[in-house]
């Protein structure tokens, strides 16, 4: 398998509830090694896609292909590519977690020689070798959690969607799951959802924000990087000069007074001009003592993008304000 | 093929993993095993005037007919109990996820879970047939009449459990499922003998589609292939339905 084989492919999704339009003209590519942060406000459409993803649901328009195969056309070769993790773990809790293991290794087709292998690599991929004997309903939340992760990467799939895969577990649970995302990531492509953004930041190479059923930002992690890039500078001077003699410093394009005294100096994105404010400092005597960029948090810039239209209508109301 | 018995084998094993399907069994031993030995006595007590009417009814007459009339009635309100969980807990639990996004078709699914339950109800049937069995001890039983009330009643049982499964992809209250399969399945029961609406082709059309009529032959020993391709046609139907049923979420408008 090449390296660069693409191993989810989307083309014009559409789906419909009634009149209200949950998924509008959604396509993308993944290609394997590549993890897909997939972001996104409440009922923005994030799982819909996920299920169409899975063949939980049909689209209403579109294709998704998995590995080469037609989610619709030949959903068996498909599904048999990839592993789901839904926000509800799917687990049995009359089940021991190797009993559950053993069947899920079953249903995706595992050959029967190869279940145990399969089962224990799972197992310790997610961190439970221990409780292999004991009832799924009597495991933690976090637990559960990793066994519906286990039951997702049983079969070896080339591709694991993963929706909301660190709810409920603690700091330290996250940590291994974000590592083991990121070790899934080198062999498997991954779709993550979630929202928790530096969840994102940290295990991601590429990153998808929708809103509204529509994709409002897809780049990756190094163009996210770039738009995060300050556009200010922060600046404390003891003996600040006339703002006019800043605003002349080359790249400058407007000085702003802070409440704390220090000041703001904006600039181009591209046009960086920290290195000469600091020579002009020095060689002036203005009494340099801090001098920040500004950075957008990736949370600006998902608050940006989600919340610059009016707030999300229920279904159908812009069908009724069209017409 | 193989997904179809994984489910299966998962169902039974969910099944006995409760308490309800050791209640039911013992439940339903215990009440057939009265039933059993109230025919056996009335039988000794009429014998002696049975050996003088020529053609008169054997044991197996007198006996296993009654008797797996009985259980069939009883097994008309348990079979919904045990169907009702099967696809409609798994939807309520979001557990559905995990069947339908694993290489598995609808049909296989439906299939599986179908044969699960098949596989404890003829579970349970064997357990009841060893009761009149046990009399070949003492006496001569006609195995063939026994054979055709075995075949009857796990015929009847399949319809039980495939219109229960129906009623189950319905909806993803379990008790919803069971009331609405028990409610199907009487219905279906009841049809020969509800009355014609004054219409004697279509009470005849009634009376045909009922649940009873087709059993009734197959328990006096009398195997009539229609009989016996009425029952699975009605689980055909239900498992189709079903199928059908749970490709639609999928769809969902």
Redesign the interface.
Known sequence: MADDEVLIRVEGLYR???NHCAVDNVSFELRKGEILGFLGPNGAGKSTTMQIL?????PSQGRVEIAGYDILDQ???A??A???L???P???P??TVDEFLH??A????VPRGDIPGARDNAKARCGLSDVGRRLIGNLSKGYQQRVGIA?AIIHNPHVVILDEPTVGLDPIQIREIRTLITELGRNHSVILSTHILPEVQSTCDRVQIIHRGRLVFADSLSGLTERMRSESLLVRLSAPPQDAVLAAIPGVGGVEHRADGSLRLMHAAADDPAAEVARQAVHNGWGLSELTPERKSLEQIFVELTASDEPAPSGGDAQEAAA | MSATFTIARRELHALFLSPLAWAVLAVIQAIAAYLFLGRVNDFLNVQTMLSRVPNAPGVTDFVVAPLFGSVSIILLMVVPLLSMRMIADERRTGTLTLLLSAPVSMSEIVIGKFLGLFAFLCLMVAMITCMPLSLEAGTHLDLGKLAAGVLGLVLMLGAFAAAGLFMSAMTSQPVVAAVGSFGLLLLLWILSFAGNFGNEALGHVLSYLSLVKHFQGLVKGEVVSTDVVYYVLVIILFLALGIRRLDADRLQR
């Open positions: 419909y509830y009634d899975t063949g939980n649901l049909a959903p068996r070769a599904k048999a990839l592993g789901y839904p926000e509800k799917p687990v049995y009359d089940l069947y899920c079953r249903l995706n087709r039951q």
